[in-house]
């Protein structure tokens, strides 16, 4: 086992349950979560404790058993979160979510963590059949269509946050998977000439609010007026916590007296334990906390590429690379719409957030990582014996 993998995340997990508990606080729960728990912060505390829990079931066996069997979920996995999706975007529920036997969740999660082990398992067997099917243009045809779908699916949704993240975990599998440099290129100008269509055409199809964000984001990034009590009420006020935090902060679970912004409601109370829970750390923990933060996301990504370099074969390096990626875009997007680098698009920060299935999910992707590692000698092992 790669120890400091697993040290470094469950930092971050408990760390991130401290955060949740004074993030939530305003929430309004029923009077028998109250009574138990005392709080609508310690309740959701508890919550994330139980999903941990659940992660861990999943990050253990994920890391233990080989990845190269892992890789055959790929199909039914893939197949199962494009129903899901479908399912969810005719689900009368703001945020597309669906129930299943009580159990919450959003299937775009589910999308992008099937599509990246479809991904990694086409790129390394596909190449073993025949030499054709090794071809660069076969390989970015299977990577955009296999990745194509799910995020049109999300953008449909609405959801952009979930659909953007997408980009970068692609960019890096065509990366990884060996495409040279000159198609890389030609791609690039391609994307690069095609933008103005996709935000003036396509994305006012496929989703009513990103435009409206984008713009916002634009004419605050420029200093241009808006109107901080309407549209730009987020944005305004979740970087306005992050910029006044100084550093020290204004303390754990501080109140209003005490200068929190989000004790006094200007932190949406609604989101701030997943979508602005970085706005509420920089405020409580100031720069000392936010680094901190930052720190130990740099240490758990670094060290995942780590990994990745000693991978045995292709599928092992993909599926390292683009976890990374992923959780590179995560944490970017979140942190950055908390301080207008990104348009609010309404993202958990991997680990920290309140998220539910997504904690799993993330607990799942990083086992993966680890069994890269623990079987990074197995082939040598096996021909030796």
Known sequence: MNWVLVLVMYGLLIFGVFMIESAARHIPIGQEQTGQFGSSG???????????VVGSVAYFAAALIDYKWIRWLGIPLYAVSIGLMIMAMKADDDVHRLVVGGLSFQPAQLGVTSGIVMIAWLMHDLP??????????????????????????VMMMGDMGSALVWIPVVIVALLVAGIPFRFLSFIAFVSAGMLPILYFVILPLVSERGPDRIDLWLRMMQGQEVDTLGDAYAPHNVSMAVGKAGWKGVGWKATAEEGSLHDKGFIPRLTAHNDFIFAVIAEELGFRGALLLLGGFTLLLIQGLFIGFYSRDVAGRLIVCMVVALFFAHIYENIGMCVLLM?????????????GTFVVICMFLLGMVQSVWVHRHLEGRLEEA
């Open 343 to 355: 348009p609010i698009t309404g993202i958990p920060l991997p680990l920290i957030s309140y998220s």
């Open 128 to 153: 073993k059949l025949h030499a054709v099917l090794g071809n660069p243009f076969l390989k970015i045809a299977i990577i955009g269509v296999i990745s194509a779908v799910p995020f049109l699916l």
């Open 42 to 52: 310690a309740y959701f505390s508890w919550m994330q404790k139980n999903w941990i």
